[in-house]
């Protein structure tokens, strides 16, 4: 009898697991396939992960900039030696302002770009800055152009600007020599291109330098601030009112420096110094209380670990913008530039 109640029971169970394996079986074809979307989402990811952030230098420099529609506008004056305008073009979507110096006599004339550096939006008026380089350049034969920069002058504001590691800037100038090189100037020689940069517009040249090398025959900074965002972001960002409140605004974008360490370093022209192909001519004064001489010469010294063509001047008793030294400066350069021309 116990016999036959196990053989009864074992019948059971088979039967029961034979159901249940092809209930099973026939269902699958109306189950979710959970392991799947899993699969492509991770391969998302990956891919994703792969791409650099956006802002950072290798992002930009994945970047064509197209910038064009160069506008000469109303002429700001007219003397013996050249002629300024005000101009605009387009960049990333916006019209920027900005001047232009076009020498009188024959050309065509090699162009230099004149990145300049933080005034208060507000307190800025169009082609204000380096109104010295810009009259000294021009008078020694050379085409010469300023981006206000979006934000400033008459160009259109960029909300996210105080936010973004001032890539917008970078784009800027970028987008206003694709502009001058389209708009087919016969004054203008787009073969011979040349940059000079000034404190924050210092910076802005440095990011060009590792961003788009080749573009400029060679680069000159007047006591540009320093290749480590990180520096200037505590410098700056964290502690001037200007700056009010945009210090959390870029965490909550970018994330903190502990919480995303790579994405600042991305954003930092020091870590890719070995991107520059072209001359770099270093100014820079004892005594700036803005730019602390310790940052140029520990940029010549990095520039020239990376093996990198560097000529650094330095100006005792000068501050900032080497107001005594100015035309020491400017001869300098315009000689630097003028042993670069093609």
């Given at each position: 009898?116990?016999k036959?109640?196990t053989?009864?029971l074992l019948?059971c169970i088979?039967?029961?697991g034979?159901?249940?394996?092809a209930?099973?079986?026939l269902?699958?074809k109306?189950?979710?396939?959970?392991e799947q979307?899993?699969?492509i989402?991770n391969?998302?990811?990956?891919?994703?992960a792969?791409?650099p952030?956006?802002?950072?230098?290798?992002?930009?420099?994945?970047?064509?900039f197209?910038?064009?529609t160069?506008q000469?506008?109303r002429?700001?004056?007219d003397n013996?030696?050249y002629t300024?305008?005000f101009v605009?073009?387009?960049?990333?979507?916006?019209?920027?302002s900005?001047?232009?110096?076009?020498?009188?006599g024959?050309?065509?004339?090699p162009?230099v770009f004149?990145?300049h550096g933080y005034?208060?939006?507000?307190d800025y008026?169009?082609?204000q800055y380096f109104?010295r380089?810009?009259d000294f350049?021009?008078?020694?034969g050379?085409?010469v152009?300023?981006?206000?920069?979006r934000?400033?002058?008459?160009?259109?504001?960029?909300?996210?600007e105080?936010?973004?590691p001032?890539?917008?800037y970078?784009?800027?100038?970028l987008n206003a020599?694709?502009?001058?090189?389209k708009?087919?100037?016969?004054?203008?020689?787009?073969e011979?291109?040349?940059m000079?940069g000034?404190?924050m517009?210092g910076g802005?040249?440095?990011?060009?330098m590792?961003?788009?090398?080749?573009?400029?025959q060679?680069y000159?900074?007047?006591a540009?601030?320093?290749a480590?965002?990180?520096v200037n972001f505590e410098?700056?960002?964290k502690?001037?009112?200007?700056?009010d409140?945009?210090?959390?605004?870029?965490y909550?974008?970018y994330g903190?420096?502990e919480?995303?360490?790579?994405t600042?370093?991305?954003f930092?022209a020091k870590?890719?110094?070995d991107?520059?192909t072209?001359?770099v001519?270093l100014?820079?004064g004892?005594l700036d209380?803005?730019?602390?001489?310790?940052w140029?010469?520990g940029l010549m010294?990095?520039l020239e670990?990376?093996?990198?063509d560097?000529?650094?001047?330095?100006?005792p008793?000068?501050?900032?913008?080497?107001?005594?030294a100015?035309?020491?400066?400017?001869?300098?350069?315009l000689?630097?530039?003028n042993?670069n021309?093609?």
């Amino acid at each position: 009898m116990t016999k036959k109640i196990t053989y009864s029971l074992l019948v059971c169970i088979i039967s029961l697991g034979a159901f249940f394996s092809a209930y099973c079986i026939l269902d699958r074809k109306d189950a979710p396939l959970s392991e799947q979307p899993t699969v492509i989402e991770n391969e998302t990811e990956k891919e994703a992960a792969k791409k650099p952030r956006p802002d950072s230098i290798p992002a930009m420099a994945e970047m064509d900039f197209e910038g064009d529609t160069l506008q000469l506008g109303r002429v700001l004056d007219d003397n013996g030696s050249y002629t300024r305008h005000f101009v605009t073009y387009r960049s990333e979507g916006l019209v920027i302002s900005g001047i232009m110096n076009i020498p009188k006599g024959q050309g065509p004339f090699p162009v230099v770009f004149l990145n300049h550096g933080y005034v208060a939006p507000e307190d800025y008026s169009n082609g204000q800055y380096f109104r010295r380089e810009q009259d000294f350049f021009a008078r020694n034969g050379y085409a010469v152009f300023q981006s206000d920069y979006r934000g400033y002058g008459s160009s259109d504001p960029d909300p996210d600007e105080d936010i973004r590691p001032r890539s917008g800037y970078v784009e800027d100038v970028l987008n206003a020599i694709s502009a001058v090189k389209k708009a087919g100037l016969p004054s203008v020689d787009t073969e011979n291109v040349f940059m000079l940069g000034h404190s924050m517009g210092g910076g802005v040249t440095l990011n060009i330098m590792v961003t788009k090398p080749e573009i400029a025959q060679a680069y000159a900074l007047l006591a540009p601030i320093n290749a480590d965002y990180r520096v200037n972001f505590e410098k700056w960002v964290k502690t001037d009112n200007d700056f009010d409140g945009i210090a959390e605004k870029f965490y909550a974008r970018y994330g903190t420096y502990e919480e995303a360490p790579e994405t600042w370093e991305s954003f930092s022209a020091k870590n890719y110094f070995d991107r520059i192909t072209s001359p770099v001519m270093l100014h820079q004064g004892t005594l700036d209380r803005d730019v602390p001489v310790e940052w140029s010469r520990g940029l010549m010294s990095d520039l020239e670990k990376a093996g990198k063509d560097i000529t650094y001047h330095e100006y005792p008793g000068e501050g900032h913008t080497l107001y005594a030294a100015q035309d020491m400066f400017m001869r300098r350069t315009l000689d630097f530039f003028n042993g670069n021309l093609k």
